[in-house]
């Protein structure tokens, strides 16, 4: 059974980073996409955030968030890493990691309808 685990969360001053951490078990994930995604409080929906290939070929960011937030995996971990920078009080959510088995001809899905397995999520609170 698939199982991922977020941490690294907390909080952390405006103009702070935070990189957190999503251990996935259960599965081989090679052929795979993780995805981190987020949930503000005054929000119902969850945005898409980042997502990375298993194989580590590809990545894909919300536009909003490129150049501040950096996705990236180690395979010997079974790990995969956002590493926020530049936080701002906007960044406060509850973060949450998921993953999806690619069908053959998907690109990295944004949507979170797509993804099959989510981690519980860790909470970033960003204090101005």
């Known amino acids: 059974q698939v199982q991922l685990v977020e941490s690294g969360g907390g909080l952390v001053q405006a103009g702070g980073s935070l990189r957190l951490s999503c251990a996935a078990s259960g599965h081989t994930f090679y052929g795979h996409a993780m995805g981190w995604f987020r949930q503000p409080p005054e929000k119902k929906s969850r945005e898409f955030i980042a997502a990375i290939k298993w194989s580590g070929s590809k990545t894909d960011y919300a536009e909003s968030l490129k150049g501040r937030f950096t996705i990236s995996r180690d395979t010997a971990k079974n790990t995969v890493y956002l590493q926020m920078d530049n936080l701002q009080p906007e960044d406060t959510a509850v973060y949450y990691c998921?993953?999806?088995?690619?069908?053959?001809?998907?690109?990295?899905?944004?949507?979170?309808?797509?993804?099959?397995?989510w981690g519980q999520g860790t909470q970033v609170t960003v204090s101005s």
């Open positions: 998921a993953t999806v088995q690619l069908r053959v001809g998907w690109d990295i899905p944004r949507s979170r309808y797509d993804y099959d397995y």
